[in-house]
């Protein structure tokens, strides 16, 4: 289930969004500590539309409660002689407000900075204060810190709640409805959130599909929380829906790679899409390297077979492919790479991979970096050329791919001056995902030669689908499936 906070700051607000939150909750959280006033319980709980938890929150457990303590466990203990569906009590408040049926008490404990090392005796203590459910709300930014939680979860014996603030609690809510949590938490819209990145209602249901994930669900990892992420889990969700397949995706951070194989083996992932940043430490887990990956030493994407791990690099392909076909337009030949000077702007994952592979094709790779050292290191490794960043002005070039953004030494400034670019030009640019960006609208009006950033993505989405699912993707489906914010004047 989905419970839905209420977060407003007035009685006609709240009961606003109480009505709204029917269409996409089954449970609904009012924050008392939010009114400016103090309201009337009986009447708040009178207008619900579907069972309530009323909470109280103090400043130190993420609230905004400015009265004494006398008062608020006075409001508390209000909500539940009034007959709220739930109420929340702070551990150390437990033992001021008894049970009183048919209200039922939700014991929380909160820890705003992290998961402590402690927090399988806390969770036994709230055991102990006799719950009807147990909430835990704690900082987890990595699986290694969101571990012990899952193993809770896994092993409760009484309902329990986890709710892991920021962006990488969206992976503890998919967890949580798959072991069979009661409920996880939402916010009716953007703007309202009770916290700062808490998932919308909307986006769990269209997006991570939170509904269709059961406990014989198989999980694809997708590392990483930007809107790259976002767009790869709402695609891949789309293809495992249309055809039927019980997988679903998990959004995940990283952290320590070897725990993170161990977390990956016990959560038993079907596979994983690896964001750029970890696409060659993903390797040290032992993967066994398939096709580009294996030139590349990094792979972007991993099976789990009988055998083990399999990795692929299908971006490498991708990228590889979409420079191909731009360069034929213009240079027609067998081999449209061969002498042809391409700037890699921006040392990344990216830039190392997309070099070697010029390389490979006979063609001229320079990498541009302001990290001199590092660059000459990635440039010996492919076997090309390194420049300073601020050089790629004078340098010739056929081709320019923005690999990753960096500082102009000279003005300071992010991104690449436009100015120089010639006629005729080609230019990727690997940091817009499905808009142009404003790199590549300068440059189209100055005559460039641009490859489009959302077909380029849909390309790799299609591998990555085509990878995972096993089966011919239509491209219609993927479009579709994009969440329509990102595709607002493309």
């Not at 009323?54 to 409001?75: F, H, K, V, Y």
């Not at 329990?160 to 072991?179: A, D, E, F, N, Y």
Request: glycine content about 8%.
């Amino acid at each position: 289930m989905i419970c839905i906070s209420i977060n407003q700051e007035s009685r006609r607000l709240a009961m606003a969004d109480m009505v709204n939150a029917k269409l996409f909750g089954d449970v609904l959280e009012l924050r008392l500590d939010r009114f400016g006033k103090s309201p009337d319980i009986g009447e708040m709980i009178g207008a619900r539309t579907k069972p309530i938890i009323m909470s109280c929150r103090r400043p130190g457990d993420g609230g905004q409660w400015d009265g004494t303590e006398d008062e608020r466990l006075a409001i508390l203990r209000q909500c539940i002689i009034s007959k709220a569906d739930y109420v929340e009590i702070e551990l150390d408040a437990a033992d001021d407000i008894r049970p009183f049926p048919p209200s039922k008490r939700v014991i929380s404990y909160t820890n705003l900075s992290e998961v402590p090392t402690d927090i399988l005796n806390i969770y036994e203590e709230c055991k102990t204060k006799r719950p009807d459910v147990i909430k835990l709300v704690v900082l987890a930014r990595t699986p290694e810190e969101a571990w012990p939680l899952v193993q809770i979860l896994a092993k409760a014996v009484v309902p329990t709640v986890v709710v892991g603030l920021g962006k990488p609690g969206l992976m503890l809510s998919i967890l949580s409805r798959k072991i069979g949590a009661p409920w996880v938490y939402a916010a009716l819209e953007r703007g309202i959130e009770a916290y700062p990145g808490q998932p919308i209602a909307e986006d769990l249901k269209t997006i991570y599909r939170l509904q269709d994930i059961q406990k014989t669900t198989r999980l694809i990892g997708v590392t990483g929380f930007g809107d790259r992420e976002l767009i790869t889990v709402a695609v891949l969700n789309a293809v495992f829906a249309h055809e039927n397949m019980p997988i679903r995706c998990l959004p995940t951070g990283v952290g320590n790679m070897k725990t993170f194989g161990k977390i990956m083996e016990a959560v038993k992932l079907a596979g994983a899409v690896i964001d750029d940043e970890h696409q060659t430490e993903i390797v040290d887990i032992g993967v066994q390297l398939r096709g580009t990956a294996k030139e590349t030493n990094a792979a972007d994407i991993i099976v789990h077979k009988p055998d083990g791990w399999h990795g692929m690099h299908l971006s490498g392909v991708v990228w590889v492919n979409a420079l191909r076909n731009a360069l034929k337009k213009r240079y027609p030949s067998d081999n449209p790479f061969k002498d042809r000077f391409i700037v890699l702007a921006g040392l990344n994952g990216s830039s190392r991979m997309i070099a070697k592979e010029i390389q490979r094709h006979q063609g001229n790779a320079i990498i541009a970096s302001s990290d001199k050292k590092a660059a000459a290191a990635v440039a010996a490794e492919a076997g090309c050329r390194f420049i300073a960043f601020d050089a790629l002005y004078t340098t010739m070039h056929d081709v320019l791919v923005v690999c990753d953004e960096e500082k102009d030494e000279k003005t300071g400034r992010k991104g690449i001056r436009t100015g120089y670019v010639k006629q005729g030009m080609i230019v990727m640019d690997m940091t817009a995902i499905t808009k142009p960006s404003e790199l590549l609208k300068e440059v189209e009006m100055r005559g460039c030669e641009i490859v489009q950033p959302l077909e380029l993505f849909l390309d790799l989405l299609e591998q990555q689908a085509k990878t995972l699912s096993g089966k011919p993707v239509a491209r219609e489906l993927l479009w579709e499936a994009i969440p329509a914010r990102f595709l607002e004047e493309v």
